[in-house]
DNA sequence: GTGAAAGCGCTAACAT
DNA sequence: ATGTTAGCGCTTTCAC
């Protein structure tokens, strides 16, 4: 076979068109769906249609509409499988309602994220999904106000006075982790964050802390939070272990926490349950497939999804009213990296768990 | 602040046009970097393009333009880490040529694809990179050819006859395994995969099979190799276990395989590496934070994704020539999951391993 | 019921 | 050196 590609001309409507004896604007028309043509001019249509193998340039229609059945996604980034499952969830929602969506990582940087959105402007896509950087205060989201863009923040966000928000309800999830712990007898937790995420780390952090003290007001919480990267985390968590402090669990805010976590168990040698317990947010698959499985608190992904699409579809369909503000209830996963302080081994080989 | 979003049209190039007092097609050639433009005009130009916030609609410069600039890229996932960073920098490589990324997952399904291919089709991308679900053969490289499709296949392939190649040396990456294990003393090794993705298992298998018979003629490879899906595949390994199999050795073909082994030692109480070892095709940062730390082939993403486009462009930009193949070297490393036979305890706890 | 005409925002020939 | 003209492929009044 040739590895010259034959570039030939698509078929365009006029074509369409002229083999079916009529104009342009009625094969639009029963593509459209317009029930007053004659059937049989109907019927030559989509003849012509079918033997031309035609279909609408997507780009040239959108040039004439008003709007542009685009939307935009930004997320943090695309490795993790919270925002592949995010993304995978947007683009399925969106091309039910016909539309195209163009993803683009902003690879933690607000600055980029900015470029980004300024780009999705130039393309006037109908809306965007944005899951920001840091919080619902960046640029980006002054962006899409200044410009007047259409728009749902997810994810890193609580609530906002110009935009619908859609995220896991991290301060229950945490609440609930709290009493996990302190019902086990865990009364030296630390709990373990990157701050820069201000609106969600906060949540997080705060439902732990005030139902751990409210349920046992004795307990003490550490709080190891890096302002910006892993690294500092890593670090930071280093030096808190070798000043000789002993927690008898770790709470970590957010997926690569729990890493560093347990990288740092590694270096010391420390196992869960037994030495220390260990809980995370944000699941992952390979969390049940270790020895010990690491409890974690799931993010309902499809839930967020679909209700971020949801109110952007109602935006852009001109839906008026204030902002909304959605929190999803997450599902908390105790696993075997979860013991009772003191008691050896109660971690115990299990085949792999279900979620429901 | 209101949420009402007010949506005031953007400038046109009209509105630079007569705000420098010159015409539309003076400002396009002044954008467009014409020298030819007398410097006061172009001055003017400049400050009405400033003044207005004017930025070209890409989708009007497209429509005008013989091709769009607009990439399309289909994988099978968006979930796994090697798809995350694959679509992440193909979008990155594409912004540096000015064209749009649109990314799609066809969620491992051929029907998916072509379904997705089409749509791309109807947007005339100027070009696609597809990583296919099963392999070169599909029905998606198919539909490409007979639309005279301008692409680049990626991941699952080997070579074709009709577009570029570009994914990881599989074979050679499986013959270093194989001779590790080999040389660690291993001669009863079961491998364990996917048989539906032909085109690179087919490779894995025989890259690891051929180098290990050479190297020790006695050894025993064994084979479980699901059709379709992960689950049928935990089955069989059940059932292979179950008949009292007892390899020294664990080689997956690919990440889920590794979580399925990973899991069947788990419920088994098998511990790694005393007593059995594990490696996997595909690397993913838990891996290193586990204890042990699983060994891993690591996939050359960068390269892979590099080269994926530099192919995709020059076909874009009208190279001639024979389809070519290029296989991208991957990187073996060997962590604590791997051991000796019949040596206890010869995984012993390392700070965390840092890639090249 | 249907088609002619206008135009979305832009660029590439072709004049001037 | 610049403007005029003519579309890209489609949809949408608005006449007929």
């Not at 079916?20 to 769906?33: E, W």
């Not at 106000?145 to 229950?172: C, E, P, W, Y």
């Not at 990288?263 to 809980?279: A, K, M, Q």
Request: net charge negative; with cysteine.
């Amino acid at each position: 076979m040739a590895h010259r590609q034959d570039q030939q001309r698509r078929a365009s409507i006029h074509d369409v068109a002229s083999r079916a004896g009529v104009s342009a604007a009625t094969v639009s028309k029963v593509m459209a769906g317009v029930t007053t043509v004659k059937p049989d001019n109907a019927q030559r249509v989509f003849d012509a249609i079918e033997q031309l193998g035609y279909r609408v340039d997507p780009l040239a229609s959108d040039m004439r509409r008003a709007k542009r059945r685009i939307i935009g996604a930004i997320m943090p980034e695309f490795e993790s499988e919270f925002f592949g499952q995010m993304v995978t969830q947007l683009e399925s929602l969106a091309e039910q309602r016909g539309y195209t969506l163009v993803a683009a990582s902003s690879r933690e940087s607000e600055a980029r994220e900015t470029e980004i959105l300024a780009r999705m402007h130039d393309w006037r896509v109908a809306g965007v999904v944005l899951a920001p950087v840091r919080n619902e205060h960046g640029p980006a989201a002054a962006f899409m106000k200044a410009n007047g863009m259409t728009g749902v923040l997810i994810d890193r966000v609580l609530s906002d006075d110009a935009f619908d928000t859609v995220s896991a309800d991290s301060a229950s999830a945490s609440a609930e982790v709290a009493r996990e712990l302190i019902g086990k007898g865990h009364r030296h937790i630390l709990v373990v964050g990157l701050g820069e995420q201000a609106a969600t780390v906060r949540a997080r952090l705060d439902g732990f802390r005030t139902t751990a003290l409210q349920l046992a007001p004795d307990t003490r919480v550490d709080v190891v939070l890096a302002e910006t990267d892993v690294d500092p985390l890593r670090a930071q968590l280093r030096d808190y272990f070798a000043k000789g402090e002993r927690p008898t669990a770790v709470y970590s805010l957010f997926l690569k926490g729990t890493l560093v976590a347990l990288s740092e168990f590694r270096r010391r040698g420390w196992h869960c349950p037994n030495d220390i317990s260990l809980v995370g947010f944000d699941d992952a698959e390979w969390m049940q497939a270790t020895w010990p499985a690491i409890a974690a608190v799931v993010q309902p992904v499809r839930q967020i999804a679909g209700h971020a699409m949801e109110a952007l579809f109602a935006r852009i369909e001109g839906g008026e009213g204030p902002p909304t503000a959605r929190l999803e209830p997450c599902q908390v996963l105790m696993r075997e990296s979860v013991g009772s302080p003191g008691f050896a081994d109660n971690g115990v080989a299990t085949a792999h768990d279900h979620r429901g």
